[in-house]
């Protein structure tokens, strides 16, 4: 079944996720390489946030929501590793609900048109959420590494 599929891609991207960072500590919360740039608490934050995005996006009628201003100011609230890593489990929890028991054909309904994935099927959006949560995992393991930890493998 298409959806078991989609549950266990999320699933997969989750661990790798956590995997990857569990070497932050919530002393790193307020780390940032550079000004200008997302602390670890926020980091987390926004890939929480993007998911939810991602999965409000794919059964809104109207599409995505194009206002980030909100979303930016959200994530750059955050102070809590712990905090993140809780709203991080929760959108994944969250996007596994949406997608879980969804027949095929609403999966492959296609999202209404717009400047994001415009007409493509739902299941597209599964692919965003896989993309965007490596990329940043990606730049935690390099804020890990700036913290002088070195962070675990995520496929083993």
């Known amino acids: 079944m ?3 599929t989609i549950v266990a891609e999320l699933r997969s991207t ?4 956590n995997k990857s960072t569990a070497c932050l500590q919530e002393t790193d919360s307020g780390f940032v390489p550079a000004e200008g740039m997302y602390t670890v608490a926020a980091q987390v934050t926004h890939t929480a946030l993007s998911i939810d995005w991602f999965v409000e996006g794919a059964f809104d009628p109207k599409g995505f ?4 201003e909100e979303h930016i100011q959200q994530a750059n609230a955050a102070t809590s590793l712990a905090a993140a890593r809780e709203l991080l489990d929760a959108a994944f929890d969250r996007a596994v609900a949406a997608f879980e028991g ?4 609403e999966i492959l309904t296609p999202l209404p048109e717009g400047p994001v ?4 099927p739902r299941i597209a959006v599964i692919s965003g959420i896989v993309d965007h ?3 940043h995992r990606g730049a935690l393991t390099v804020y890990s590494r700036l913290c002088g930890y070195e962070p675990e493998m995520p496929y083993s």
């Not at 989750?14 to 996720?17: E, L, R, T």
């Not at 969804?102 to 054909?105: A, G, L, Q």
């Not at 994935?117 to 493509?120: D, H, K, L, W």
């Open 2 to 4: 298409l959806s078991q």
């Open 102 to 105: 969804k027949t095929e054909e």
């Open 133 to 135: 949560t490596g990329h």
């Open 14 to 17: 989750q661990k790798f996720f």
């Open 65 to 68: 929501a194009m206002d980030f």
């Open 117 to 120: 994935m415009g007409g493509q």
